[in-house]
């Protein structure tokens, strides 16, 4: 058996039907120029072929009465991939609109249990002979940016590749491998106490910054529970809202640099700006400005392993700040302040302040708090880096990546950035009875970035 890291654990207890907590991608392929017909009758043949099955993909739940306080791993000896591997149509005319209303759809369901807790679809029926790929997965099994390295070494960079595997037949590493088996498992728990013992002094510093800035006016650093009550922040439902929008990165670096802030602030000014008019045309923005939680890869380059390496940073989003320049400079001063403070920890401390800084929310999920008190942060927003070449699977040219994200009580709007092939990918995961027009605030994203073009030119 492998056992979880109280982070990975702690997604399975907080799972409920309102919110499964699981995470997903949607990856949009063009078939191969001239095509056969029977090409993806073939594809889905080749994917059904593919019985061989690695870590993560072969991994359920230990059987065991006590499975939600100690959970475990345990490898699936008998996967039935017909259950995991589903065939999907969409109706015409196979336009974004009905590529959204189908994946809604698909993130509402929770997984099973008593499976492998993943499942893939293939979507066929998109306009121009295109197909989609939207693969889900539990948190407690994988983040996002492990899942999007995953995925993508299920891919190849030349359109003349023939050799590619199916996700769940890929090869590990040797190192992810060893700790699939939980190799090496006392010596890493020892080498990881000691590491820990020793970031202490620093763990307690890093917390009583964020004490004090909680008790300061105008701090610079944005503590947790610093966010105003808003309709984001209340009882969710089951029901998922997806949409998506692409933007070149060039033209997101280009701005970045005439305005001498980085990237992610750009990404953040794109939402909060969005935000600030989808909620001031329902009269439901507040007084106070908004805060993101955002959260940080701490996983090696070259890593693709079981579980999460995530920490968080907050900022505020200044959508009290009516001036676009003065909001910039707002978010800018926010997360400069934020990572300072997460840089000033030695990586051995991140888990122990992330569980730490995680901990009253997910005690609030447990004991039903979750929704009916003050928010840690009022959504989250997370740029994950992607692959930078174009990709292709059996032929077929991946066109976009987008990430499907995970909600829960307190939480009913995620927004996740995940860049490819020159190209920034938003997903906007949303709960559809909160936010019946979530749509709208992927439109806005798109005309704040011509407002800032104009602002900049």
């Not at 996740?416 to 749509?439: E, I, K, V």
Request: some cysteine; aromatic content about 6%.
């Amino acid at each position: 058996m492998i056992k979880m890291n109280p982070l990975d654990a702690s997604w399975l207890a907080v799972e409920s039907r309102e919110t499964p907590m699981h995470v997903a991608s949607l990856l949009v392929f063009s078939p191969p120029p001239k095509a056969r017909p029977d090409y993806l009758q073939k594809l889905i043949a080749f994917l059904r072929a593919a019985r061989e099955f690695q870590p993560p993909w072969n991994l359920k739940l230990a059987g065991s009465p006590l499975r939600r306080l100690l959970p475990a791993w345990e490898i699936d000896r008998t996967l039935d991939l017909d259950y995991h591997l589903r065939h999907s149509a969409l109706p015409a005319p196979g336009g974004e609109r009905e590529l959204g209303v189908l994946v809604s759809r698909l993130h509402s369901h929770p997984l099973d249990f008593s499976r492998p807790l993943w499942e893939c679809h293939l979507i066929e029926g998109l306009e121009g002979g295109r197909f989609a790929l939207y693969t889900k997965m539990h948190h407690s099994l994988v983040d996002g940016v492990g899942g999007m390295r995953m995925l993508s070494r299920a891919l190849a960079t030349s359109p003349r590749a023939r050799d590619t595997r199916a996700p769940w037949s890929v090869v590990l590493p040797q190192r992810e491998r060893a700790q699939a088996r939980g190799a090496g498992a006392l010596q890493t728990v020892l080498e990881r106490a000691r590491g820990q013992a020793r970031s202490l002094p620093e763990l307690a510093r890093a917390l009583r910054r964020l004490l004090a800035a909680a008790r300061e006016t105008g701090a610079g650093l944005t503590p947790p529970y610093a966010a105003p009550p808003s309709v984001l922040n209340g009882r969710i439902t089951g029901a998922r809202r997806f949409a998506t929008q692409q933007y070149e990165l060039a033209r997101l670096k280009a701005l970045a640099k005439a305005a001498d802030v980085t990237l992610n602030d750009v990404v953040l000014w794109l939402c909060a700006t969005a935000l600030r008019r989808f909620l001031k045309e329902s009269g439901a923005l507040p007084r106070k400005p908004l805060t993101a939680g955002i959260p940080v890869n701490v996983r090696p380059a070259d890593e693709v392993a079981v579980g999460n390496a995530i920490s968080f940073m907050m900022a505020s989003l200044a959508t009290d700040v009516a001036d676009p320049r003065r909001r910039l400079a707002a978010i800018k001063a926010s997360t400069s302040a934020a990572k300072a403070h997460l840089q000033s920890l030695p990586r051995e401390a991140l888990t122990q302040y992330t569980v730490l800084l995680m901990a009253p929310y997910m005690l609030e999920l447990l004991t039903g708090l979750g929704g009916r008190t003050r928010p840690i942060f009022n959504l989250t927003v997370s740029n994950v880096p992607g692959p930078q070449q174009a990709l292709y699977f059996r032929g077929a040219r991946l066109e976009a990546m987008y990430p499907v994200s995970l909600l829960s009580h307190g939480q009913a709007l995620n927004i996740t950035c995940l860049s490819y092939a020159g190209t920034l990918n938003f997903g906007f995961t949303a709960c559809r009875d909160t936010l019946p027009h979530m749509q709208r605030l992927a439109v806005y994203t798109g005309e704040a970035l011509a407002e800032l073009e104009t602002l900049l030119s």
